[in-house]
């Protein structure tokens, strides 16, 4: 885009035309909704089911939800789902085999026709979908699936305005302004939303969204039973300079909560060239080897294909799910596994994700959203473990 | 069917139908196959660099990668020889002639066959670690001319294990200079008995700064034999193993087979030797 437009201003209860127009424009719109105790991303059809007035509590091992005195709408951070699912699903068919009388003949997957909106991507899961990025399209080989949904992907970022004390967007440099890769970016202000474009795409939508904002507002001044005593509120128009300063303050609270950090000034190579460090024993003796942190992590790609095959074997169908490096089949080979104890399988998790992945994908794998500590069920802290083995280190 | 299937880069998934056209015994559990794509009758189809695989697919069973075997100048099948180990392999080894099965490929980054011109080459294989050299030793063949010397140590647990016996005799006379080696000596056997290492270590290598090593083999092996290698006054850089690990996607996307950095599938599974090295015998990586 040349010229980004200046942020636009709109009512909260506006969002729901927002919503509207993407499923006019046949998109499935998702994002966060409250669930199993929990903000996770679903099917959003109405502004009713997003998280208004829910917050989340977040430490090491402890996740919790908690009323909010106020009733903001994305007044959370982050929740144990990520985007990910979408783009690279838990559980796909990438083939199905069919025996005929010649032999057997292979059907490639068809091409995908699902078009998310994503309504609700904090800076640290636009930097996530970056490095996923790298990891599927940008090598010899595409995964197929992930290009298509990611070319008809719509982005709406949401910028946070609070952090939990698992945050570390700082440290990676990922947050927690969103600075690039959405369509169109949001920042909750008290009266509304502040809504930046960043894509033509983002600038259409916003249009369309906007002439929509009108006709309903028209609409609302001959309906007799609307509550709304003031047209303007159904406009989307140049946002305030007293609505700039409430976005800005807003954003600033979110940078001024994190108190995590990580250092990077010497990854990658720390801990490629500490594989005998006794801090991956002592690791090793805490963690669970559960895949937790994989699972939740947004950057996290392992996977594995199994055989679904029905009863009398005519009909088969390579089905790939999510795995994870903490899995000990993960490392079979030749009838034995490579990474046979909890420690040997932290240390291959942490030396890729913050080591070998800049050799393999030019980035770090980490986003420093604070998922894998948060959802470690004994609170071992990614941040804290790098720490160690750089203290047990001769410079 | 009138679309062509998508290149590998669109969809790296994408199963080609092959049908058992040949199938020779080697060695106890050992087979060679001769692999014909029903589909796949351009003349790009059977091409590949020496060292890479292919997947070979058996339905309800899986994957497993296999390296290729035969003349990459040939282009009338795919050749794959195969070691009953896992349950792919054991459901490979009881079809016939004329089954049909999955396969897709060619993955990975082979031998550097480019480097080698105008060098020398010790080729050490360790039983079947000859399959995915055997390519090389005909690429050298059908270019002899282009290379130096060329030596090929060979050793296997017994007699039985040395893979190709019968053709030794023509790479002696495309002037490779073949030795062979057995751990124990069986009834008949009156060659070397010992390790591969001990044969490198014997050369005596005209101009080391200008030879190359290719080894594939058990881990260990080749370890011993870079270590030979490095002794002889071969640069670290060029000498190039062939690695093995979990494969499933072989693109690079699945995340199975890494090592320290790499990825085996993709940047290997023939990777130079100094860069391997720092993590080829860290325990458990």
């Known amino acids: 885009m040349s010229v980004p437009l200046s942020p636009r201003f709109f009512a909260k209860s506006q969002l729901q035309l927002l919503i509207d127009e993407l499923r006019h424009r046949s998109y499935s719109v998702v994002g966060p909704t409250v669930d199993q105790e929990a903000i996770v991303y679903g099917d959003i059809q109405s502004i009713e089911q997003l998280p208004r007035g829910w917050t989340d509590e977040q430490s090491p091992g402890l996740y919790r939800l908690k009323r909010r005195d106020d009733d903001a709408w994305f007044g959370f951070v982050v929740g144990p789902h990520s985007w990910k699912k979408y783009l690279f699903p838990p559980k796909t068919t990438l083939l199905s085999a069919e025996k005929i009388e010649s032999g057997w003949q292979f059907i490639p997957r068809s091409a995908d026709k699902t078009k998310f909106a994503l309504l609700g991507v904090r800076a640290c899961e636009l930097a996530a979908m970056r490095i996923q990025d790298q990891v599927f399209l940008n090598g010899p080989y595409q995964d197929p699936l992930y290009r298509e949904r990611r070319k008809q992907l719509f982005v709406i970022a949401v910028n946070c305005t609070q952090a939990a004390s698992t945050c570390f967007c700082t440290s990676m440099k990922t947050g927690p302004r969103c600075e690039k890769g959405y369509d169109l970016a949001l920042t909750e202000i008290d009266s509304g939303f502040l809504c930046e474009v960043g894509s033509e795409r983002g600038k259409e939508v916003l249009d369309a969204f906007v002439s929509l904002a009108r006709r309903a507002s028209e609409g609302s001044s001959v309906d007799s039973n609307s509550t709304v005593d003031n047209v303007s509120t159904y406009e989307a128009y140049d946002a305030t300079p007293e609505q700039l300063k409430s976005a800005d303050y807003a954003r600033q609270q979110a940078v001024d909560q994190i108190t995590k950090h990580m250092e990077t000034s010497d990854l990658p190579g720390l801990l490629l060239s500490n594989l005998d460090h006794p801090r991956w024993k002592e690791v090793g003796e805490r963690c669970l080897s559960c895949t937790n942190c994989t699972m939740v992590c947004p950057t996290c790609f392992c996977s594995s294909v199994t055989e679904v095959r029905d009863l009398n074997m005519d009909r088969v169908e390579r089905e790939r799910t999510w795995d994870s490096c903490f899995n000990p089949d993960f490392s079979y080979l030749g009838g034995s596994l490579v990474r046979n104890d909890t420690a040997s399988r932290y240390r291959q998790w942490l030396t890729h994700k913050l080591d070998g992945w800049h050799a393999q994908f030019g980035t770090s794998g980490c986003v420093g959203c604070g998922r894998c500590i948060t959802w470690c069920p004994v609170g071992i802290d990614i941040t804290e473990e790098v720490a160690a083995i750089r203290e047990g280190t001769s410079p | ?285």
């Open chain 2, 1 to 285: 069917m009138t679309t062509s299937p998508p290149t590998l880069h669109e969809n790296p998934w994408f199963t080609h139908t092959v049908r058992i056209t040949n199938l020779i015994d080697e060695t106890e559990g050992v087979a060679t196959y001769q692999l014909v794509m029903i589909d796949g009758n351009s003349s790009l189809a059977y091409e590949f660099v020496p060292g890479q695989f292919n997947m070979l697919y058996l339905p309800g069973v899986g994957e497993s990668a296999i390296s290729m075997s035969g003349d990459p100048a040939r282009k009338d099948g795919w050749i794959h020889t195969v070691r009953v180990a896992g349950n792919v392999t054991k459901t490979l080894a009881r079809l016939q002639r004329g089954d049909t099965l999955g396969m897709r490929g060619p993955f990975g980054a082979g031998w550097p066959v480019e480097d080698l011109v105008g060098n020398d080459v010790v080729i050490v294989a360790g039983g079947l670690g000859m399959a995915p050299l055997r390519p090389l030793v005909y690429h050298l063949i059908n270019h002899r001319e282009q290379f130096g010397k060329i030596w090929l140590i060979l050793g296997a647990r017994t007699s039985e294990g040395l893979l190709y016996p019968t053709e030794y005799a023509t790479w002696q006379k495309r002037d490779i200079e073949v030795t062979l080696t057995v751990d124990r000596a069986t009834a008949g056997w009156n060659g070397h008995v010992g390790v591969v290492t001990q044969l490198i270590d014997r050369l005596q290598l005209p101009r080391p700064e200008q030879t190359h090593l290719m080894t594939c083999g058990p881990e260990v092996m080749m370890k011993y034999a870079a270590m030979s290698g490095l002794r002889l006054g071969i640069d670290a850089r060029q000498i190039w193993v062939s690695m093995e690990r979990n494969m499933q996607c072989a693109a690079g996307l699945c995340g199975h087979c890494q090592l320290g950095p790499e990825f085996i599938c993709k940047d290997g599974p023939v990777v130079r030797y100094d860069r391997i090295r720092p993590y080829l015998f860290v325990e458990q990586l």
